[in-house]
């Protein structure tokens, strides 16, 4: 595995990184959605809204760790360090064009 990612995947990454809400809900596609273990935010408003509580507003910094990619789906490991969270994840994207139609961090078990 490597930490090569698709564009859309690292637009995301680098808009939770720089603290860029507008970016980060222009990685995504009108209809696109976060999961975030079983809780969907979808279109842009829920987008926004995971990025105000989740990521960017909890001051969030994310480092892909390993990537693999098959098809439209990329599957990350990530580390992530904000008020809200700390730790690692897994991430599941799934890319339509040049934009991203999923975000999904599964439930760990």
Known sequence: MS???PA???AMVDAINAADTEAFVAAFT?????SD????RAGPDGVRSWAGSDAIGAGAQMTVLSAETEGDTTRIRFAW???VFNGESDGI??????RL???TIPPNH
Not at 30 to 34: A, E, L, N, R
Not at 37 to 40: A, D, F, K
Not at 93 to 98: E, L, N, P, Q, T
């Open 81 to 83: 360090s904000s008020r």
């Open 37 to 40: 273990w079983g809780t969907v």
């Open 3 to 5: 930490t090569q990612v």
């Open 30 to 34: 009108p209809d696109g959605f976060v």
């Open 101 to 103: 139609a999923s975000f």
């Open 8 to 10: 859309p995947v690292q």
């Open 93 to 98: 994207f799934v890319v339509s064009g040049d």
